[in-house]
């Protein structure tokens, strides 16, 4: 049932963590039942010891009572340490595998998960696993014990029990009725604000630059409080209940109190057992009362553990084995693309083919906004078109490992996309953490570094290949950046090169060494596709293709392309307005 509720990994997880759980659940029978020492201690000393003077009696049994409650708090704690380790022991087995799958979406659809939202959910699912919560699911089945030793006692007691625990578990669901909805609402408010907060501070310094900055914090603490207020909504219901629970909680332990008092003047009860049908409701309902208390958690956990199904509904099957293909020669085909956009209806691209052949270089060309760095992005594998395919040397790219693919392209984003870490890592794609050649990845660094122009450049960076960016404050200038993100497009010698503007931020001598480097991937026999602006770097282009509002105008030669431009701005220039040849 579980497995069929829960994504595979997570259950999966959850399996493996088994012997704790059923370690933790055994350590709650044996903390239940020793909670029952403090009630059988007083009975004994109301019923035997003060009408005996027995003062031996109670010496020993103060004894005993020391050894049950020092095994009592031993055994919580290490409960409480066990719960821990499930919560570590998931983070271990499946964060890997959430990060995994936020990374490997090849198209994030609107409403799905954010990678910050996903991790941060997840935690909340294992700071309830290892929290209060946890313990008072563990510790609820326990409640009929001590409805059994009530009823012993006397059955009065035993059905003030029962109806204190209907009137509590009847005001959890109605908390749980009213606070769903609005808990779900919040829960999407205080999500939006943080990702909002995220996205305003990456961007601090055009902020800054163009007087932003205050209609922006403005924006934040609008957005902040409208997810604050949200949250505090639930709050306050919940405490209503909380408030509610505690009042009902305590007046039935004193009318528990009062009950055994009159069954002990009837002569039904010994006088030890007012004290113990005390003790006994208290302890009876406070997992009830816990469970009430952590509600919010649970629900925060329960809408976290949906954030979860969801990401792994969607991105199932990302990394299923795949037989290994052969090291591609350079054979890029794209055959009718069509891209929606993520809110749906309008289209990106509208059924986009083009080929290249190993040793060819094909330019895309186009107005702003008519789709090049989408085409890009797709014919690159990083995002997934809706309809048509990209193949490499005739196979999908869904036919091979992503990742094994990946190092037989050289991608360089308009954005360049550089991440925390060194250059060397940078350039050599992070394989370092994956691999222990270090050498080798360092030979091919420098390598991929000569070719791009930009090993000179490197060496003179505070501390070289080994200067740390974005993480410490230290940042490139564009035309450095761009320099070492065509590096990393070159590193390990792909057979597939796609760039996307790589010439938009460099200087004349960034150009003549991005010129070098693309003839000689080409005389290598690469494949190279170039989106670009400034037409200069495809001078040397095979094809040509003009994008106009996703669709392909051109396509061809690049000399057949360039003549038919030609003609057509010739027609345009010619073209006389109706106005003026009317008064012509």
């Known amino acids: 049932m579980i497995k069929s509720f829960l994504p595979a990994p997570v259950a999966t997880a959850l399996e493996a963590c088994r012997p704790h759980l059923v370690a933790a659940a055994l350590f709650s029978a044996l903390i239940n039942i020793l909670y029952l020492a403090p009630t059988i201690y007083m009975m004994q000393v109301y019923d035997r010891v003060v009408p005996t003077g027995g003062i031996i009696t109670l010496v020993w049994i103060t004894a005993v009572l020391a050894v049950a409650i020092a095994t009592l708090t031993a055994l919580e704690a290490t409960r409480s340490r066990i719960l821990m380790r499930v919560s570590l022991r998931l983070n271990r087995l499946l964060s890997g595998e959430i990060l995994d799958r936020l990374m490997s979406r090849a198209k994030v659809k609107q ?59 009847t005001l959890a669901i109605v908390n749980e009725r009213h606070t769903s909805s609005k808990s779900g609402k919040a829960h999407q408010a205080t999500s939006a604000a943080y990702a909002a907060h995220q996205a305003t501070v990456t961007e601090a310094e055009a902020i800054r630059a163009l007087g932003m ?83 919010p958690n649970i629900m925060q956990a329960r809408n976290g553990l949906n954030t979860i199904r969801r990401l792994f509904a969607t991105t199932d099957g990302v990394d299923a084995e795949r037989t290994a293909l052969p090291h591609p020669k350079g054979n890029l085909e794209v055959e ?72 037989h392209v050289g991608y360089l984003p308009q954005n360049t996309a550089l991440l925390p870490g060194t250059i060397s890592e940078n350039i050599s794609r992070f394989r370092a953490v994956m691999a222990k050649d270090k050498a080798e990845i360092d030979r091919q660094v420098i390598a991929a570094a000569q070719l791009a122009g930009a090993h000179e450049m490197v060496l003179q960076l505070p501390n070289g290949y080994d200067t740390v960016i974005k993480s410490n404050g230290f940042e490139l200038s564009a035309g450095q950046a761009q320099r070492v993100a065509l590096a990393r497009a070159l590193f390990g010698e792909p057979s597939v090169f796609i760039l996307d503007e790589p010439n938009s931020a460099l200087d004349q001598d960034g150009e003549a060494a991005l010129d070098r480097a693309v003839k000689s991937v080409v005389a290598r026999g690469a494949a190279v596709m170039i989106v670009a602006h400034r037409t200069a770097i495809l001078a040397n282009a095979d094809k040509l293709m003009v994008l106009a509002q996703g669709q392909v105008a051109q396509y061809g030669p690049r000399q057949d392309v360039v003549e038919e431009l030609r003609k057509q701005a010739a027609s345009k220039a010619n073209v006389v307005p109706i106005s003026q040849a009317g008064r012509s």
């Not at 049908?277 to 406070?286: C, E, G, N, P, T």
């Not at 956009?341 to 059924?351: E, H, K, M, T, Y």
């Open 336 to 407: 009718r693309i069509i891209l929606k956009s993520n809110a749906g209806g309008d289209l990106i691209l509208r059924n986009v083919s083009f080929a290249i052949e190993p040793g060819q270089i094909l330019g895309v060309i186009g107005p702003s906004g008519s789709g090049k760095s989408t085409l890009a992005r797709i014919a690159a594998g990083a995002i997934s078109p809706d309809a048509g395919e990209v193949r490499i040397d005739g196979a999908s790219i869904s036919d091979w490992d992503p990742e094994s693919l990946a190092s």
């Open 213 to 295: 900055r205050r209609a922006m914090v403005t924006k934040q603490i609008n957005q902040r409080a409208e997810g604050l207020e949200a949250t505090n909504q639930v709050q306050i219901l919940g405490l209503r209940y909380n408030t509610l629970v505690k009042f009902i909680r305590m007046f039935m332990q004193s009318l528990a109190l009062g009950v055994a008092a009159w069954l002990a003047v009837a002569g039904q009860i010994s006088v030890g057992s007012i004290i113990a049908a005390s003790v006994l409701l208290s302890r009876a309902l406070q997992p009830i009362e816990q469970l009430v208390g952590s509600w």
């Open 111 to 169: 409403g799905e998960p954010s990678s910050a939202q996903a991790m941060r959910e997840f935690d909340t699912i294992r700071q309830t696993i290892g929290g209060q919560a946890a313990s008072a699911l563990m510790d609820a089945p326990w409640t009929p014990l001590y409805l059994i030793v009530a009823f012993a006692i006397h059955p009065a007691l035993g059905w003030l029990i029962i109806a204190a625990g209907v009137v509590l578990v």
